[in-house]
């Protein structure tokens, strides 16, 4: 949510008004809580109900100050944003200024011009709302984006010029938690978060989480081979730590067909396609070819990445 959404529109004046109006639009607005000053539409700065009445109210601040020209009322460090500003970010921002301003209100412009205010109360209500819509969009387990955020990046990544859609997928991860329980499950699963969220950091790198041991990245550029190459080295170097080496090779576990088969350690599969040599139209063609390329890679024993171009398969 932008910050020019949540907006109020608060009284401005030029630096030249005299306080005895200030004090008018204060007296006749009891819910006024600050004017802002503006010099050719661009806000210069606000006075605050607080600081005006601090002012006035000295001994002889009334008699000395009523009829003078505004200059003197003026704080001119408020916080100004864009209306386009994510609210998240304001919030930090107001957060983080001095004790004494902490609950001035937010002026917000557009193209540089006085738009409107928001307040601290309103801001945090805000930010409050926001933060639970984007928990919604968020695997409660590995808090990254989850199926509806996927769907959009997909969308996005067909207008690229250039792709890649990396898929990932535990082995054996079934027989994991059927031998030692959902909540030692969960533990692989955020050690191979973890290592995702390590290797896939860049600024436009998209990191999200299907559910179960399905993970998936949208990266705009082609050379993923050296990071798919590290992050199985990354995960194959403290798998075993997650199990009790003699159960794998005492222990017998039902496959998915229910017959018996030796305990297997979890291996990583990794299955990308480009569209360097191949054109796709919809997120449903992604899916598809994705999940054909997966399929293969999952033949290979141990964990591997494989890479499919234009039909070609490059399994490492």
Request: hydrophobic share 40%; net charge negative; glycine share 4%.
């Amino acid at each position: 949510m932008k910050i020019g959404e949540v907006i109020e529109k608060v009284p401005c004046i030029d630096e030249f008004v005299k306080n005895k109006e200030v004090d008018v639009l204060f007296t006749s607005n009891p819910s006024l809580r600050s004017v802002v000053v503006v010099r050719d539409e661009k806000p210069i700065g606000h006075i605050t109900r607080t600081h005006f009445y601090q002012k006035i109210g000295t001994r002889y601040g009334y008699h000395l100050l009523m009829e003078r020209q505004n200059q003197l009322m003026i704080k001119t460090n408020p916080l100004i944003v864009d209306r386009n500003a994510p609210i998240t970010e304001v919030s930090t921002l107001a957060m983080a200024r001095p004790p004494e301003d902490l609950y001035d209100d937010v002026i917000v412009t557009k193209n540089n011009l006085y738009y409107g205010m928001v307040s601290i109360r309103e801001l945090l209500l805000k930010l409050v709302d926001t933060q639970v819509a984007i928990a919604s969009f968020l695997n409660p387990l590995s808090s990254l984006p989850g199926n509806k955020l996927i769907d959009e990046k997909l969308e996005e990544a067909l207008q690229l010029s250039q792709y890649s859609l990396i898929y990932f997928d535990l082995d054996h991860f079934k027989s994991y938690n059927d031998t030692y329980g959902f909540n030692k499950g969960d533990k692989i699963l955020r050690y191979l978060t973890e290592i995702l969220k390590r290797h896939i950091c860049g600024v436009e790198d998209f990191l999200g989480h299907i559910g179960g041991d399905d993970f998936v990245a949208i990266l705009p550029y082609y050379e993923v081979e050296k990071m798919c190459q590290k992050i199985i080295d990354d995960f194959d170097a403290n798998i075993l730590s997650f199990y009790e080496l003699e159960d794998l090779a005492y222990v017998q576990v039902a496959n998915r067909s229910g017959e018996l088969e030796p305990l297997t350690c979890t291996s990583l599969s990794i299955a990308v396609i480009t569209n360097e040599y191949q054109y796709f139209d919809s997120v449903e063609q992604l899916s598809n070819a994705v999940t054909h390329v997966k399929k293969q890679c999952k033949k290979v024993a141990g964990s591997c990445y494989l890479i499919n171009k234009q039909q070609n398969y490059f399994v490492h």
